[in-house]
């Protein structure tokens, strides 16, 4: 009897979990578009690290809902990482740089080979630059620049490698591999691929243009 009463309970809390997970089935289109277009303009207005931690949240939970784009995922990392460049505690900013990594990682299972996921891998070690100890830099900003070369290998058009790879050499002391000269041919070339790279759809990636004309400002100086 108390055996029967064990399976009765099991096939229960079994009933339950299905319950949840079939709560949890992917979204309509419809409500896909109005969600990522909603959350992606929080997060391209965001301007503060609470933004920017609110953006990451909102489309984590659309990506894992989803789970068969890497839109959401790669916005998601994005948004981390912005969030940890913002952060002034070393140890939030590397949990987030950690999601960040795991958001990333995703997105590339559903798209490999992506020049736009290769370029945010970079941008991801580069954010990791400040901190970690500088025996550390030299590691980080090698495998940046690797990801930037690869992902304008990958897609020559794309403008956020080269904008990125700007922001390294425009930053890092000379001693360290930095060129303001070299920075600002590259911030040149991501202008002119700016105003002709098309997204692929409106929710493709399609930011670090307003920066980079702000490093292009910062040149003249």
Same mark, same amino acid.
Request: proline share 4%.
């Given at each position: 009897m ?8 099991l ?8 319950? /949840? ?7 309509? $289109? ?11 303009? $929080?997060?391209?207005k965001? /301007? ?6 609110? +953006? ?11 789970? $068969?784009?890497? &839109? ?16 002034k ?35 991801? *070690?580069?954010?990791? &630059?400040?901190?970690?100890?500088? +025996?550390?830099?030299?590691?980080? &900003? ?19 490698? *080269?904008?990125?790879? /700007? ?5 890092l ?8 000269e ?13 105003? $002709? ?6 929710? +493709? ?17």
């Amino acid at each position: 009897m108390r055996f029967h009463k064990h399976i009765i309970g099991l096939l229960c809390l079994i009933f339950i979990l299905a319950q /949840g997970l079939f709560a949890q089935e992917k979204m309509s $289109t419809i409500e896909y578009h109005s969600q990522m277009k909603s959350s992606l303009h $929080t997060l391209y207005k965001a /301007g503060n690290i609470e933004n920017f931690k609110r +953006s990451a949240q909102q489309l984590r939970k659309i990506a894992e809902q989803e789970q $068969t784009k890497w &839109v959401p995922f790669y916005h998601t990392s994005y948004a981390y990482v912005m969030a940890a460049f913002m952060s002034k505690e070393k140890f939030e900013a590397e949990e987030m740089l950690n999601q960040a990594q795991m958001m990333v990682d995703k997105a590339n299972k559903f798209s490999p080979s992506n020049s736009e996921i290769i370029a945010l891998q970079g941008f991801i *070690y580069q954010a990791r &630059v400040g901190i970690n100890p500088k +025996s550390k830099i030299h590691e980080f &900003v090698q495998k940046a620049v690797q990801c930037y070369d690869q992902a304008r290998f990958i897609k020559p058009e794309n403008p956020r490698p *080269y904008y990125l790879l /700007g922001q390294i050499l425009y930053r890092l002391p000379e001693t360290m591999g930095g060129n303001k000269e070299n920075a600002c041919k590259h911030f040149q070339q991501a202008s002119e691929k700016y105003q $002709t790279f098309k997204p692929r759809s409106e929710f +493709s990636p399609n930011w670090g243009a307003e920066g980079n004309l702000l490093m292009l400002e910062k040149c003249k100086q």
